[in-house]
């Protein structure tokens, strides 16, 4: 019930066809990925700490 946020998705993320850029564009895409990583992983806290309440609460 509450786990659907919990479940992996399963769509494949879209690749980027790479072979046409430039050395910069492809830097400026490391940039835009890196900030990508940082904000999934900022959500994983997010969920573990939610997941890790909810678990205490049910403990009690």
Do not use: H
């Not at 046409?20 to 969920?47: F, H, M, P, S, W």
């Amino acid at each position: 019930m509450f786990n659907d946020d919990l479940e992996p998705q399963k769509k494949a993320p879209a690749q980027k066809n790479l072979e046409n850029l430039g050395v910069a564009e492809l830097e400026a895409y490391i940039v835009e990925l890196r900030a990508e990583i940082e904000r999934t992983e900022k959500e994983i806290i997010k969920k573990k700490a939610i997941r890790d309440r909810a678990a205490a609460a049910f403990k009690s």
